[in-house]
């Protein structure tokens, strides 16, 4: 075995946690409703995140990611904003609360595209500041006034 191979190995022993199961992939029209109804937000411009905690204790971490049609016209465009989302925050999941990531509190969110020809690095840099905000905001417990009033969507 190469140098090479074996540094990758222990990568990838070292940083366990860098899949994104189906199970973590927020589905369901019912839990997107009670996401937009209530819910803070965090914006890194061409990026958006609402979250909430969920109270109820069987519910787990689940993220979703949304690239809307009136931002990327093509099918195209929309699944490839949303693969650059999903694989942003894969590589990047670590940055939030053990309890998070270990499905401790019940914890949704979604990630949302708002602008047009997002590169990776863009993305991911975006993605960091953002995860690095929730993860502030959740482990200091303090909430501002905006975490508290819901947030009204058109």
Do not use: W
């Amino acid at each position: 075995m190469t140098q090479e191979k074996a540094r990758n190995r222990v990568r990838i022993h070292q940083n366990p946690d860098r899949t994104l199961p189906r199970s973590k992939i927020l589905r369901g029209k019912l839990n997107f409703q009670r996401l937009f109804e209530r819910s803070s937000v965090i914006k890194q411009s061409p990026l958006l995140c609402r979250y909430r905690i969920d109270s109820n204790i069987d519910s787990r971490s689940m993220f979703g990611f949304i690239a809307p049609k009136k931002v990327f016209r093509r099918a195209v465009d929309r699944n490839r904003t949303k693969r650059l989302l999903r694989e942003a925050f894969r590589l990047n999941q670590h940055l939030l609360p053990e309890s998070v990531r270990n499905n401790k509190i019940g914890f949704h969110a979604v990630f949302i595209a708002t602008g047009n020809n997002l590169s990776f690095s863009d993305t991911e840099k975006r993605m960091i500041s953002i995860l690095n905000e929730i993860s502030r905001r959740l482990t200091s417990g303090s909430t501002s006034e905006s975490d508290n009033n819901p947030q009204k969507t058109d």
